[in-house]
């Protein structure tokens, strides 16, 4: 099988601060890849390189064995990469279906395209379907603003998957989230993982979470990566014990 990402040697400074140095890793269609470390590590520069937020001075990203490096997040998520942010994206005034209206405009064309786009184009099924999968039927109409913050980050993930991705980049999705909700984000990420053939690459602090939810786990510090395998080989490596899960 062949990889759905692969990222080799990408690297970026701000300065004299070497955020990302040399990362490589590949991610397989259908796999759920997490990527921890302590503050400061590089995780979210990592990220935005491979989304086209930020530029990385060295290295190849590559998609379905596409060069991506350097296209634009619009282009990207036209070609089947979606994110959610560190913080929410949500429009608070908006109601939750509305919010997940405008998303999947956002991946089909430019504002003024938007402005004179006809109805809703069937996108209205796409968001009724998520919301019955993502359990928000209840709050469907209410507006996105009035929801518990875990209720918005619900929102705010379901979001990412009005264009149909093949792969998502989530930064954080257990971040201020009820304990509660934590378990119903794992839970409803692993269904999506399973039904739409999903594949995920997940920054995450809550390390129970990333443990029960990952297939394989990029532990990174200090810019570099310092190991990479499943869950069990994460938590029995002492190098990683000792410089991150230990402390
Ligand atoms: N825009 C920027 N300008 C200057 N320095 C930055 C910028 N963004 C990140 N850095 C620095 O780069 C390093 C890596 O930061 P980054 O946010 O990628 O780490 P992180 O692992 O995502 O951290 P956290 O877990 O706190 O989100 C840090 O030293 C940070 O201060």
Do not use: W
């Not at 786990?217 to 190098?239: C, D, F, H, S, Y």
């Amino acid at each position: 099988m062949s990889p759905l990402l692969q990222v080799t040697g990408i690297s970026k400074s701000y300065g004299a601060i070497q955020a990302v140095d040399g990362v490589s890793f590949e991610v397989m269609p259908g796999e759920i890849f997490g990527v921890i470390g302590p503050n400061g590590s590089g995780k979210t520069t990592m990220f935005n390189s491979v989304l086209g937020q930020i530029a990385p001075e060295q290295g190849r990203i590559a998609l379905k064995g596409r060069d991506i490096t350097g296209l634009s997040p619009v282009e990207l998520n036209r070609r089947g990469v979606g994110r959610t942010f560190q913080t929410l994206q949500v429009f608070g005034k908006m109601s939750v279906r509305d919010n997940l209206l405008v998303a999947a405009q956002e991946h089909r064309g430019t504002l003024l395209s938007r402005m004179f786009a006809p109805g809703d184009s069937g996108l209205g099924a796409k968001a009724d379907a998520l919301i019955a999968q993502f359990r928000i039927g209840d709050v469907a109409h209410r507006k996105a603003g009035e929801l518990s913050y875990g209720q918005q980050k619900l929102v705010d993930i379901a979001m990412a998957f009005m264009s149909d991705p093949d792969l998502v980049l989530l930064d954080e999705p257990c971040a201020g989230v009820n304990p509660a909700l934590v378990g119903g984000i794992s839970t409803l990420l692993k269904e999506l993982n399973r039904t739409r053939r999903a594949s995920f690459v997940v920054i995450e602090h809550n390390m129970d979470f990333v443990m029960d939810l990952c297939h394989r786990i990029l532990v990174m510090v200090e810019g570099r990566v310092m190991a990479l395998g499943t869950p069990g080989e994460i938590r029995a490596n002492k190098q990683v014990l000792d410089a991150y899960l230990g402390n």
